[in-house]
């Protein structure tokens, strides 16, 4: 298999799904809009479609400038509390005044577009910054916040792991490396451990059993397998979004695409 920088692997894990950002975006510009119509029939007040349409792109701009606070964030790598508190604070207030600045322009050059007689600048200004300067504040304040639990969620810290584990086949107590330990599969009523040189029968579930090993490196593939990525030497594709993997020793387990979540990184490696 082809292998990559790891630099490459986790900065991909690190993206926030920018997809549902966009959606969310969209969502909440089409909900402002329809707010300002249901606003103006309840009144009654004038509703104009360029108008309304025009000043909530304010809720779009949300969309290149997380992902800038990100880029920047992701770069910076803060190694402690303090200063993660004072890049929230200077960030959010900067990005803030930013966002205002330039949605303003926006409108402006819209206006200018669209209407013989265009909106003045600081009418517009003020109308943001009384209407959505303390929104605008929260949601960059937090990014950060937001960013590290995205961070953890699809990267954690990984456990300090045991060296060895203590395999339990009737009345024998067997400790083995778990380094050496290739797969393991379901084999009823017991969960097989395969090593580098012996196949041993542990007594409990391979549910209980995954539950002691390192999720980084031991990948539930299937409903009844699991692997060990270190000794994975090639994928084999079924052509139906399933593979086997190839092993060290030489063996093949197949890996679901039900549980591709699992195991999808070892594509990219």
């Known amino acids: 298999m082809k292998t990559r920088g790891l630099k490459t692997t986790i900065n991909k894990l690190l993206q926030p799904n920018f997809g549902t950002l966009v959606v969310f975006c969209i969502a909440l510009y089409g909900l402002a809009i329809f707010q300002d119509y249901v606003f103006s029939r309840i009144k009654p007040t004038h509703f104009y479609w360029t108008d309304t349409m025009l000043y909530n792109i304010y809720w779009l701009l949300f969309i290149p400038f997380i992902k800038i606070a990100h880029s920047f ?8 509390l303090h200063r993660k508190v ?3 604070i200077g960030s959010g207030l ?21 209407y013989s007689i265009p909106h003045r600048f600081l009418t517009i200004l003020k109308n943001a910054i009384s209407n959505q300067l303390h929104i605008t504040i929260i949601v960059y304040l937090f990014s950060p916040l937001v960013f590290d639990f995205l961070k953890r969620k699809r990267y954690p810290t990984a ?7 203590t395999l339990k086949s009737g009345v024998r107590r067997i400790k083995i490396d778990i380094s050496t330990i290739l ?12 090593s580098n040189d012996q ?13 002691l090993l390192d999720p980084q490196i031991f990948l539930r593939v299937h409903r ?5 990525k270190n000794h994975i030497t090639e ?9 086997d993997g190839i092993l060290t020793n030489g063996q093949s387990i197949r890996l679901s695409r039900h549980y591709r979540q699992n195991w999808n990184q070892l594509l990219n490696h």
Not at 95 to 108: C, D, E, K, N
Not at 159 to 165: C, G, H, L, V
């Open 73 to 80: 964030y992701i770069k910076i790598q803060f190694k402690s």
């Open 86 to 88: 004072l890049y929230a």
């Open 94 to 114: 900067l990005l803030s005044v930013l966002h205002i600045l330039i949605f303003t322009s926006i409108f402006i050059l819209g206006s200018h577009l669209i």
């Open 159 to 165: 456990k300090k792991a045991n060296t060895t584990i």
């Open 183 to 194: 797969f393991i599969v379901t084999d009823r009523p017991y969960a097989a451990v395969y």
């Open 199 to 211: 196949k041993y029968l542990h007594d409990e579930s391979l549910k209980k059993l995954e539950k």
């Open 224 to 228: 009844s397998a699991i692997i060990n």
């Open 235 to 243: 994928l084999k594709s079924r052509k139906n979004g399933d593979y």
